[in-house]
């Protein structure tokens, strides 16, 4: 009896020590959360009074085989009064389906404009390269173009935001050609697009890639406007938010 009772009493012993040893470990391994730091959005500062904007360009502007409201600079327009409310947007657009640099340099000489602009973008090239005009004229004229622009908007390079050419490459279009010619298209657009943000960069201008959206129109019909060429409505769409973010960091300047 005197040996059963001691058995009996070493077993309550180590019970209850271990129940202690797994109270100091479940203690000491359950995860210590930390609450979600919520990190509020930066505030936008408001603008009042009349912003007029410019848009530049040639079919991905004009928004060929999209209605006038769907192309980029109407949706632009529309996404900066949603964040503006207590400004006045206006919106001038001076492009044309097939204008190739030289197109627009002509335009703009022809056209006495007022250079009170608060915001100017442009996007032009696409019509050099597939017209295989030389190189150089791009390279020779897109910075006149881009000193132009500047000149319009108010002298201040701050409101001025160019964009990357589209790559119709990617496009029903391009089935008209074998891929060594799709590859060709991509590579000068490439090419293009590369000059112009390396002379961006170089002079404190705004630039916005928008080409890898378009390069996901086969892969994304809805990206390609009904004509199996340029834009939809969607891509648009797309290009608007890339580049809202800039555009508003050029009108709070």
């Known amino acids: 009896m005197k040996i059963q009772s001691k058995q009996i009493v070493v077993f309550l012993f180590s019970l209850l020590l271990f129940s202690c040893n797994s109270e100091e470990m479940s203690s000491e391994t359950i995860p210590q959360v930390t609450p979600p730091v919520i990190i509020q959005p930066n505030p936008v500062t408001p603008i009042v009074g009349n912003i007029h904007y410019l848009a530049l360009g040639d079919s991905y502007t004009i928004g ?6 769907c192309r980029f600079p109407e949706q632009l327009k529309s996404s900066l ?3 503006y409310p207590g400004a006045s947007f206006s919106l001038k657009v001076i492009a ?4 190739t640099t030289s197109s627009l340099i002509s335009a703009l000489n022809t056209q006495n404009l007022t250079p009170n602009y608060d915001l100017v973008t442009l996007l ?3 019509n050099n390269q597939y017209q295989s005009i030389n190189f150089s004229v791009y390279q020779k004229e897109f910075p006149e173009l881009v000193t132009k622009a500047i000149t319009l908007a108010k002298g201040d390079k701050k409101n001025v935001v160019v964009i990357s050419i589209p790559d119709y490459a990617y496009t029903p279009y391009s089935t008209l050609y074998d891929a060594a010619g799709k590859n060709k298209i991509s590579e000068e657009i490439d090419a293009y697009n590369k000059f112009a943000e390396n002379y961006c960069i170089a002079n404190g201008v705004v630039f916005a890639s928008i080409t890898d959206i378009t390069r996901k129109g086969i892969e994304i019909p809805s990206l390609v406007a009904s004509d199996g060429l340029h834009p939809s409505k969607s891509a648009y769409t797309l290009f608007v938010e890339r580049m809202l973010p800039k555009v ?3 009108l709070q300047d």
Do not use: L, N, Y
């Not at 060929?64 to 409201?69: D, F, G, I, L, R």
């Not at 044309?96 to 204008?99: K, L």
């Open 248 to 250: 508003k960091i050029a």
């Open 64 to 69: 060929q085989s999209v209605c006038e409201t």
């Open 96 to 99: 044309t389906t097939g204008w």
């Open 81 to 83: 009064s949603s964040v």
């Open 124 to 126: 032009i090239g696409v």
